[in-house]
């Protein structure tokens, strides 16, 4: 079974530029997660999917941060513009169903750095 | 809201010896507890997880964690480390109360010495 794809793996980039990251769950899991990782923390929830709605994206910096997940599959999560603050890992999960008692599988993430 | 803290942030034990990370939680109900293992360059990988029923947790690798209500804590163990352990050990809490938000700790980086 393939697991949770994400790309690119590494990126770098100029503060104010834009950025895209892609994901590809687990087939068959309904539930997407995007973590964000910064250097000697644990990762941090930025937004779930339930299929295509969102479940919850309380940490989600709003006003530069976007992601989506059209027909409830791949997710593309972008930021615009960057921070040097936004340099971290963004971390993909997929879990089958979204409950507490659920399973999440990560992606290999993409490091991204911000000069 | 609930939080994790794991109190060490590096630990070096040698090949063979026997492993304790320690994670203490703060959660009003039962949680829902994970340990994940991430290597460099790649993404977590779930160890164990506790849910209910037995408090003494077997995962995969060889690794097992028990969950303290009185102390509120999810210590994982090892009797005997190989080299290839050597990884950054992350524990997280789970809500009870629908979705599924994982909290996570900071972290322990464990190095092995050969």
């Known amino acids: 079974e393939a697991g949770v794809a994400q790309s690119p793996r590494y990126k770098i980039i100029e503060k104010r530029q834009s950025v895209a990251f892609w994901c590809n769950p687990i087939?068959?899991?309904?539930?997407l997660y995007w973590y964000q990782q910064i250097l000697g923390q644990g990762p941090k929830l930025l937004i779930q999917?339930?299929?295509?709605?969102?479940?919850?994206d309380s940490q989600l910096p709003k006003d530069r941060f976007s992601a989506e997940r059209l027909k409830g599959v791949d997710s593309t999560l972008k930021i615009q513009p960057a921070k040097l603050e936004d340099s971290a890992v963004y971390l993909c999960?997929?879990?089958?169903?979204?409950?507490?008692?659920?399973?999440?599988?990560f992606g290999p993430g993409t490091r991204l750095t911000v000069l | 809201a609930q939080s994790v803290t794991q109190p060490d942030i590096h630990i070096t034990v040698s090949e063979g010896a026997s492993l304790e990370l320690r994670c203490n939680y703060s959660?009003?109900?039962?949680?829902?507890l994970f340990w994940y293992v991430q290597s460099p360059g790649q993404g977590l990988q779930l160890l164990l997880k506790y849910f209910s029923g037995d408090t003494l947790v077997q995962g995969i690798k060889g690794f097992e964690a028990e969950f303290k209500r009185s102390q509120s804590s999810f210590n994982l163990r090892k009797p005997s480390v190989h080299w290839s352990d050597a990884a950054e050990y992350f524990c997280?809490?789970?809500?009870?109360?629908?979705?599924?938000?994982?909290?996570f700790g900071t972290g322990t980086q464990l190095k092995v010495e050969l």
């Open positions: 999917f339930q299929n295509n709605g969102v479940v919850d």
């Open positions: 087939s068959g899991h309904a539930t």
């Open positions: 999960a997929s879990s089958l169903v979204g409950t507490s008692a659920d399973t999440q599988y």
């Open positions: 997280a809490v789970a809500t009870t109360g629908g979705g599924n938000k994982l909290t």
């Open positions: 959660y009003g109900a039962t949680p829902y």
